[in-house]
Structure formats: C-alpha cells, structure tokens
C-alpha cells in the first residue's frame, strides 16, 4: 500500500523558514516523481515543485530561489526547504507521487496518483 506522509508544518513569520519532509511506503521511491503542491483557503491547488521521473527539478515561479526541494532514496523521504516565507505562501501542503509524471507536466495535480494528506502552513505578516 503506498503511502505518504507529511510533516514539518506549522505557524512562522515573514522571512522565517520551515522544513517539510513527506515520507514515502509502499512503492519504489527513487523510480517515482515526487512532488509539492500547496492550496490556500479559496485557491486551487497548485504546484510549488517537483522531482520528475526524468530526474529534473523544477519549481512554481513564485518560490524560485526561495525553496528547495531535495530527495534521499535511501530513507525514502522527500523535503521542501522553504526559506524567506511570505503570508502568501500560507496554505496546506501536500506530498504527491506518480510513476510517470515527467518535467514538463509536473504542475499537473491530475497526473498524481497517490497524495498525502497534507502539513499546515502559516506564515503570518
């Protein structure tokens, strides 16, 4: 059974940092891409960044430079490094998984088949 587990959420302020770790079971993690998405009361869901199955990184443009995502394959965890927060980064975030989502459609939150259930995030002004 393939499951995904976030943490590393939780209340910061503007200009602070969190790590978000999403730890994975149940299927070859390496061999996946993983990714980050974030949805804030009202909003849709959207992409903040990914590990593609080609191995590409790739992020939102409105975190570029701000976070950095990173994989371990041999603790089957992936992380979002958030530095400089912004209020507008508030939003729950979530951990999402496929076998064969590639870098030029990692935004697409349709293409993921396993999502975890999400870590809170709030960073306030």
């Known amino acids: 059974e393939v499951q995904l587990v976030e943490s590393g959420g939780g209340l910061v302020q503007a200009g602070g940092s969190l790590r978000l770790s999403c730890a994975a079971s149940?299927?070859?993690?390496?061999?996946?891409?993983m990714a980050w998405f974030r949805q804030a009361p009202g909003k849709e869901r959207e992409g903040v960044a990914a590990?593609?199955?080609?191995?590409?990184?790739t992020y939102a443009d409105s975190v570029k430079g701000r976070f950095t995502i990173s994989q371990d394959n041999a603790r089957n965890t992936m992380s979002l490094q958030m530095n400089s927060l912004k209020p507008e980064d508030t939003a729950m975030y979530y951990c999402a998984a496929d076998r064969w989502v590639y870098a030029d459609a990692w935004s697409r939150d349709n293409l993921y088949d396993y999502w975890g259930q999400g870590t809170q995030v709030t960073v306030s002004s």
């Open positions: 149940g299927f070859t993690f390496s061999s996946y891409s």
């Open positions: 590990i593609s199955v080609d191995r590409r990184t």
